[in-house]
């Protein structure tokens, strides 16, 4: 008897099967393959042998499968398709052997988000370099972006319908007062924090806005005496009683200790995204390192 040998099967003859099926003649079939009507024909002979099945009718018009034919033929596609699709992820993994992701961001996210992400991104694909641009302001991250100096930003959202983009924290704003200014256990109130001389940094117009806006609602406005360019020149400051600030508490980060944080009177944060140009072609690289990111961030 007989013994069937799966081994035996050759992808070839799928491949032919396929086509003849497809195409309903062995020289169309052929020709789709680009190979002779003999090496085609040859090939569904010999799975048929193979088989002890006939599995296609032959005749003056051409070729159709028989009733086996017709049963095996679903299986013969998806093996061929199982195959493309390890074909498809081998490619994939070769481009992720090499290559660069290009990042901007501002300083912030540079130094508490992305060393995390880095690191385990280095861990699986260490072929693949990652450059990061610092910038200032968050419209020049996106500026970036329109000039294709980097394929992934951060930037405040609600952004433009140019890019792609998705939440990736919220970021409250909170009250840094010098040490020992109010009882812990005493709430900030919104007459208390504008009676401090303010500090900002006149390089975050987009914030010190928003700011002023949301105390603004509440009958206040903030009095700024200092206008200086760096965040740790504003802490200093402060931990040194010569004002008050509102700043981002990820901006702000690492807060010396003898300052005192709080929550404003009424709860105000930012929403940070990640954003790429909406319809543009990105390696493979770019998507890895998202896909990365999103987990680092999210078991947090």
């Known amino acids: 008897m007989h013994k069937f040998n799966e081994c035996k099967l050759k992808i070839s003859q799928l491949r032919a099967l396929v086509a003849v099926a497809d195409r309903g003649n062995f020289s169309s079939g052929a020709l789709d393959l ?49 195959l493309e699709a390890i074909r498809e992820k081998a490619n994939q993994e070769k481009k992720l052997q090499s290559g660069q992701v290009r990042i901007v961001c501002v300083r912030s996210i540079a130094t508490h988000v992305l060393p ?56 409250e704003f909170v009250a840094l007062l010098p040490p020992s200014s109010i009882p812990l256990d005493v709430p900030l109130s919104w007459e208390q924090l504008a ?40 802490l200093g400051m402060v931990k040194q009683g010569l004002g008050a600030t509102v700043m981002a508490r990820l901006a702000a980060e690492p807060i010396p200790k003898e300052i005192q944080v709080r929550s404003l009177p009424v709860p105000l944060e930012r929403v940070i995204g990640v954003a790429i140009l909406a319809d543009a072609l990105l390696p493979q690289a770019i998507f890895a390192f998202l896909s990365i990111l999103e987990d680092v961030w999210h078991s947090q």
């Open 195 to 234: 009676n401090y001389p303010m500090i900002v940094n006149q390089r975050s117009p987009h914030h010190n806005t928003t700011i002023y806006e949301h105390v603004l609602q509440f009958g206040h406005t903030l009095k700024i005496d200092y206008e200086v360019r760096e965040d740790s020149t504003i």
């Open 34 to 82: 680009g190979l002779s009507q003999s090496t085609v024909s040859h090939a569904i002979a010999s799975l048929e042998e193979e088989l002890r099945v006939v599995l296609f009718f032959r005749g003056r018009h051409g070729a159709t499968l028989t009733p086996f034919g017709e049963q095996v033929i679903q299986e013969a596609r998806q093996v061929l398709h199982l």
């Open 116 to 171: 995390q992400v880095i690191a385990r991104f280095h861990d699986k694909f260490p072929m693949i370099s990652v450059v990061i641009a610092e910038c200032h302001r968050y419209a020049e991250v996106e500026q970036a972006l329109r000039e294709n100096r980097a394929e992934v930003g951060f930037t405040l959202l609600p952004t433009t319908t140019e890019f792609e983009a998705w939440e990736l924290l919220r970021d």
